[in-house]
């Protein structure tokens, strides 16, 4: 084989994005933003799957450094995507976090009927998992520093699928914030979190069988 051709070949193929790992139809990412090694705080709030769509907004920004992410305060601080989810688990998300110390909302939306969101650590020790209704699904033990998903009826931690499936409901969900949970028309005053998200990406889809493969390439960054 001509080694020249051949390394040609393999610097002309386009790396596949950590938010399209396994197989992902890019047309089912709708937002995906990496806050770890961005340039500056503004580059950092540009989605990178679709840029100059679904751009966050910043009414209290958090802190930024390129070598963590985002860090928010647990008290105030929360970031606007302007993407209002399906109902009824249609959507996915995944998120990579760190050095969580409260009990807040690192993303989600809730409108009374139908929440999307993760609690990663409770009053009862356990990731809690909501998809749907306001109940979800709980699994021992918490997790303070990792990486979480939900696709549907389904709930993933660190590239695991846990076991279980996440409890339905109907709605049609409120604009996804990032740092708390948009909460009934306004940021959940006791759901602020506390801690650093350097990953974060958002489907229109179920993506359960990606899952996996998308949480393993978030991880070595």
């Known amino acids: 084989m001509d080694i020249r051709r051949f390394v040609t070949q393999i610097a002309g193929k386009k790396a596949i994005p950590w938010y399209l790992a396994g197989g992902v139809p890019a047309a089912n990412c709708v937002a995906a933003y990496k806050p770890i090694g961005a340039i500056d705080i503004a580059a950092s709030y540009i989605n990178i799957a679709n840029p100059g769509t679904y751009d966050l907004t910043a009414p209290s920004p958090p802190a930024f450094d390129a070598a963590v992410g985002w860090t928010f305060d647990g008290i105030a601080n929360y970031l606007v995507t302007g993407i209002t989810n399906g109902a009824a ?12 110390t409260n009990n807040g909302r690192p993303f989600g939306s809730y409108d009374g009927g139908y929440g999307f969101f993760i609690i990663p650590d409770n009053a009862g020790n356990a990731v809690t998992y909501i998809n749907g209704g306001n109940t979800g699904l709980a699994k021992t033990p918490k997790l303070l520093s990792g990486t979480l998903g939900i696709a549907g009826a389904n709930a993933f931690r660190n590239s695991m699928q846990e076991a279980g499936t996440i ?13 708390c949970m948009h909460y009934l028309g306004t940021p959940g005053t006791v759901n602020f979190f506390a801690g650093s ?8 889809t179920d993506i359960t069988a990606y899952m996996p493969r998308v949480m393993e390439s978030i991880n070595p960054t």
Do not use: D, E, P
Request: proline residues 0%; charged residues 5%.
């Open 197 to 204: 998200i350097s990953h974060i990406a958002f489907y229109n």
């Open 89 to 100: 688990q249609s959507w996915s998300a995944v998120i990579k976090f760190a050095s969580m």
């Open 167 to 179: 409890t339905a409901a109907a709605g049609s969900g409120r604009s996804i914030y990032i740092g």
